[in-house]
């Protein structure tokens, strides 16, 4: 199958799959038939996006959530580790900032201040986003949140 690449302005995001040169209406559309593919390769159990442009997976320990921001152009991958320890801050923001340099591949711990917990995300441009690169981004950040978690809650809040 030819590739065809939609007619767009300069400017404008394009939301089509390499592999198979499908062009997608929305980054919403992209997503979800994304998410539709990855469910039936893996067997997991996700829902599609809402109406806000969010769902969420079960990996190990941990809950992957996928949110579209389409109005900032991007795809974040979020799972929830662990609430920033009362005690010892320096050292661990030290440490899951070692982590994030190689251990965590193209993810990286992160912190919500308001919420003061920490995070493992990737974040990653909705346009040119194909499928590869969807799994693998939603692979990882699972992976290494299951990994961490319980490693970090050991190491600082016991």
Not at 19 to 42: D, K, L, P, W
Not at 77 to 92: H, K, N
Not at 115 to 136: I, K, P, Q, T, W
């Amino acid at each position: 199958m030819a590739y065809h690449r939609p007619v767009a302005t300069p400017n404008s995001p394009i939301y089509s799959d390499r592999a198979t040169g499908h062009v997608f209406e929305s980054a919403r559309s992209m997503v979800n038939t994304y998410i539709a593919r990855y469910v039936e390769r893996s067997s997991a159990h996700m829902d599609a996006l809402d109406e806000s442009g969010y769902t969420q997976l079960r990996k190990g320990s941990v809950s992957v959530g996928i949110n579209v921001l389409e109005d900032h152009g991007v795809l974040l991958f979020l799972a929830p580790v662990m609430a920033v320890p009362e005690q010892g801050r320096e050292a661990f923001y030290r440490r899951i900032l070692e982590l994030s340099f190689l251990a965590t591949s193209d993810a990286a711990f992160a912190v919500d201040s308001q919420r003061d917990e920490v995070f493992v995300r990737a974040l990653r441009r909705l346009s040119g986003l194909d499928y590869e690169e969807f799994e693998d981004l939603l692979e990882t950040v699972g992976k290494v949140a299951d990994e961490w978690d319980d490693v970090l809650k050991k190491e600082f809040l016991t």
